[in-house]
């Protein structure tokens, strides 16, 4: 292998972090107290951070933050305090979802490298492009993509100077990460907050396959395409798993250790996964890295496979094979955790004692003799000592200076003043300047970052006196609402567009009117149509939930509005988007409630649109989710899939909860709550913050019904935005059902 390619390891906790480095691992990615997308994990404090990055660089090994969350208006004070601190230690990268976080570590925080999460939905160059003005050094790429669509993206990347990063093993979300809102609409637990409660994993009403999980999906397990990932020019190979125990953070590093040492050396990969079968496991598939999507990905059962692995592959049948698995995989662990508790024994997560001998008389410097367990030297004072009977050089004073030595990796052991005269006097200047010496070689030799305040922003709007309303289609036969309402109408477009690019572009050129809207994943070849699209289209607004088809559009001088699924949630996002890409607009983010809203300010001459009606998106699925539930003809997904398939179907959980599942055509599998969003209180609550609202009429059938026609829906809207309460009021009652709970909880 011509160049190393990076294992980067999890770790939840301190025991972890010891695992993966003595497993190998060339980089650990974990979460602090706060800010991280993996809440459940037990994560580390920020007290024992600076021993962490000693013990791991001794071993030479990264250590990445995670931040990858979302960050609401509230926290931002405490997100920036945070900042401050990681900017005066040695960590190595923090791994970032939210716009208005990027925006802050490139203004504000530079000497901080900066990864974009997997939570940001990666898998076309545009976006890539995108991350790369935005001061990101490297990105985790989607799930779903295959080799033959990762090569590209990471030329790309390296030809930006950002590196790529892929994950290879662990657990695999169904949803695209970052536009799963499943868990958030059912019980309050966003994902895009690290509180995602699984419910792709829960088990519902048996499907007509006779699939009890249908959502659950296998690990991801790569072993066997090393040599593929690398030709592909994968900078990082990244291991899953930070709510994972010790003992099987060093088994997984530990075989893909032996993997990529054995390539580099011989280049050989070898195929056997025994090991990584011993530790917990839902099987393995590879599926959409060698773009093979099919029904095997899917495992009827969330738990543990080991034993039913081994059963198969041993001959163990019948219940008595099973017990004798699992009491042999329970002896294996036994053994797995003594001996991994073993090899980490000797590694030590704790401050580092200093020895400092104080040494002065009159006439000569003030001079400190430092001693840590790996290296000595010596700071002086610039000037001399001298004799004073006044503002008397003590020895409680010189402690009191030296105190902030023991918020770093390191602890004050002993302090020796045996060659220290009394009666002595320097500058508390001075001696601030020698404490500030000693911080700067024990942080290897990099000056103190100054910390810096909030930065302060206030809303620019004023009152809105008047507000518009959009309409979102995707059918030609709803281009009549163009005709019989003042409405804007956005229309969306599909993923794929290649099929029918011809008849796409001519909606646009024959409406001139009509608005574009972009959906959230575009991938490879779809990518380049949709681009193509905004040069023949003739558009002069469009709406994206893609952020690749952003920066094209600004690229090319096209206005342009972020889309709800972009998840903005802060001031700084809004700024970042509106300074970096030029743009006018942004709907905020549904899943907030009205004060986290309300604390959102709006710069100058940009617009906040809200969607008061759709139908909610709970996720989106580069997988055929009629496999487990209606069963398909065909066993993997081809080219025409996205293209022509067009199927709806329902699962319903324990709670009675039903979930709708849609596959229309040019789309991915859509999985839908049971009952639209609707939401009028927004429009007295905040009646002064939205210069836009918007209502979904695609056809997309849920449980909640419309008792009138869509002009008469539209009418109802618009006086009730005019503040018309009989129409809103009507509004509400002829559609039902309808939910609001997002609006209430927040996140």
């Not at 993509?145 to 695999?172: D, M, R």
């Not at 799963?180 to 088990?203: E, F, I, L």
């Not at 070849?525 to 949709?530: G, L, Y």
């Not at 809103?728 to 909880?745: D, F, G, M, R």
Request: charged share 20%.
């Amino acid at each position: 292998m011509k160049r190393k390619i990076e294992l980067l390891a999890p770790a939840g906790d301190i025991e972890s972090i010891k695992a993966a480095i003595a497993a190998g691992a060339d980089a650990i990615y974990c979460g602090l107290d706060r800010f991280n997308a993996r809440n459940r994990a037990q994560n580390i404090s920020l007290a024992d951070l600076d021993a962490i990055l000693h013990l791991a660089h001794q071993h030479h090994c990264s250590i990445f933050i995670t931040l990858n969350i979302i960050i609401v208006e509230s926290e931002i004070p405490a997100l920036v305090n945070l900042l401050n601190k990681l900017a005066n230690t040695s960590v190595d990268g923090v791994i970032v979802q939210d716009f208005g976080l990027l925006y802050l570590l490139s203004n504000y925080f530079p000497g901080l490298a900066v990864h974009a999460s997997t939570q940001l939905t990666t898998h076309n160059r545009g976006q890539i492009q995108f991350l790369h003005a935005l001061g990101v050094h490297r990105v985790n790429l989607s799930r779903e993509l295959s080799l033959a669509e990762i090569k590209p993206l990471a030329a790309v990347g390296h030809k930006n100077n950002i590196l790529t990063e892929v994950f290879v093993h662990g657990s695999h979300c169904l949803s695209f990460s970052g536009i799963c809102y499943m868990s958030s609409v059912h019980g309050g637990k966003s994902g895009n907050r690290g509180r995602c409660s699984q419910p792709c994993r829960d088990a519902y009403d048996p499907t007509s396959e006779g699939v009890q999980y249908p959502l659950n999906l296998k690990d991801i397990s790569d072993y066997s395409n090393l040599k593929e990932l690398d030709e592909a020019g994968v900078d990082s190979i990244k291991i899953e798993g930070r709510i994972k125990k010790f003992h099987y953070i060093y088994t997984v590093v530990d075989s893909w250790r032996k993997q990529v040492d054995g390539f580099c050396r011989e280049g050989l990969v070898s195929r056997d996964r025994s090991e990584l079968y011993s530790v917990f496991n839902r099987d393995f598939s590879n599926g959409f890295l060698t773009g093979d999507i099919n029904k095997d990905m899917f495992i009827d059962n969330p738990r543990d496979n080991s034993a039913h692995y081994l059963a198969e592959h041993a001959g163990y049948s019948g219940v008595d094979g099973l017990e004798r698995a699992k009491k042999e995989i329970y002896d294996a662990r036994t053994e797995i955790i003594r001996r991994v508790e073993k090899n980490i024994e000797k590694l030590r997560i704790e401050k580092l004692p200093l020895f400092i001998s104080v040494s002065g008389k009159v006439g000569s410097t003030l001079e400190l003799v430092i001693e840590t367990p790996d290296t000595s030297f010596i700071v002086a004072s610039k000037i001399t000592l001298t004799a004073t009977e006044k503002k008397i050089l003590s020895r409680e004073e010189v402690k009191k200076r030296l105190a902030p030595l023991n918020d770093t990796a390191y602890f004050v052991q002993q302090l020796n003043f045996e060659n220290f005269q009394s009666d002595l006097f320097l500058p508390f200047k001075e001696l601030t300047a020698i404490k500030n010496r000693i911080l700067f070689l024990l942080n290897g030799a990099r000056n103190p970052v100054a910390p810096i305040d909030v930065p302060h922003l206030t809303s620019q709007h004023g009152e809105i006196t008047s507000s518009t309303l959009a309409v979102l289609i995707a059918s030609v036969d709803d281009l009549f609402l163009c005709r019989e309402t003042s409405a804007d109408i956005y229309f969306q477009l599909p993923s794929a567009i290649l099929k029918n690019y011809t008849e796409i572009v001519n909606v646009f050129i024959e409406n001139p009117t009509v608005i574009p809207w972009f959906p959230s994943v575009i991938i490879g070849e779809e990518f380049e149509a949709a681009v193509k699209f905004l040069d023949q289209a003739q558009v002069k607004l469009i709406v994206t939930n893609n952020t690749g088809i952003a920066y094209e559009a600004n690229k090319r001088g096209i206005a342009w509005i972020a889309g709800p699924q972009l998840n903005i949630v802060n001031s700084f996002s809004v700024l970042s988007l509106k300074e970096n890409f030029n743009c006018t607009g942004a709907f905020i983010s549904n899943e907030l409630k009205k004060t986290q809203i309300k604390r959102i300010q709006k710069p100058a001459g940009f617009k906040f649109y809200y969607s008061i009606y759709h139908p909610i998106i709970l996720m989106t699925s580069r997988q055929c989710l009629f496999h487990q539930v209606t069963g398909c003809q065909k066993y993997r997904i081809d080219e025409s899939c996205i293209e022509t398939c067009a199927k709806k179907a329902s699962i319903t959980n324990g709670k009675g909860k039903t979930f709708l599942i849609e596959k229309s055509q040019g789309n991915y599998h859509t999985i839908y709550n049971e009952t639209n969003f609707l939401n009028t209180d927004i429009l007295t609550d905040l009646s002064d913050h939205f210069s836009g609202y918007c209502i979904d009429l695609r056809e997309i059938k849920t449980k909640t019904t419309i008792a009138r026609d869509k002009t008469e829906i539209v009418r109802l809207v618009a006086k009730s935005i005019d503040g018309n309460l009989e129409a809103t009021k009507e509004l509400n009652n002829v559609i039902s059902p309808s939910t609001k709970a997002q609006y209430h909880k927040g996140i």
